[in-house]
Nanobody, 124 residues
Framework: QVQLVESGGGLAQAGGSLVLSCAVS????????MGWFRQAPGNEREFIAG????????VYDDSVKGRFTISRDIAKNTVYLQMNSLKPEDTAVYYC?????????????????WGQGTQVTVSS
């Protein structure tokens, strides 16, 4: 089993920054590709960023490309999401997820483990 715990959410002003962290525990961390998803009220959960298990490949949704950066620290068993130039439309609950394997995929159904989510609210 793998347990994921997100932290770092909160309130930010438009144009500001936040860093989300996802602490991974349980089975071997570096055997999993990791993803960040978000779900705004009334919307489906959507993929925003992912990183391969070796960290060599990152994928971003167009809505966050150039503003958000995903990274991972294997020694700390943690994956991060640096969010810059925040917009009110970034307001959502953010989830990290892990999938067995190397490839970064965008589909929610491809991920085996999920965190509980952390709220990000961006005011205008």
């Amino acid at each position: 089993q793998v347990q994921l715990v997100e932290s770092g959410g909160g309130l930010a002003q438009a144009g500001g920054s936040l860093v989300l962290s996802c602490a991974v525990s349980g089975r071997t961390f570096d055997m999993y590709a990791m993803g960040w998803f978000r779900q705004a009220p009334g919307n489906e959960r959507e993929f925003i960023a992912g990183i391969s298990w070796a960290g060599g490949t990152t994928v971003y949704d167009d809505s966050v490309k150039g503003r958000f950066t995903i990274s991972r620290d294997i020694a700390k068993n943690t994956v991060y999401l640096q969010m810059n130039s925040l917009k009110p439309e970034d307001t959502a609950v953010y989830y990290c997820a892990a999938r067995v394997g190397n490839s970064v995929l965008r589909f929610e159904s491809e991920y085996n483990y999920w965190g509980q989510g952390t709220q990000v609210t961006v005011s205008s």
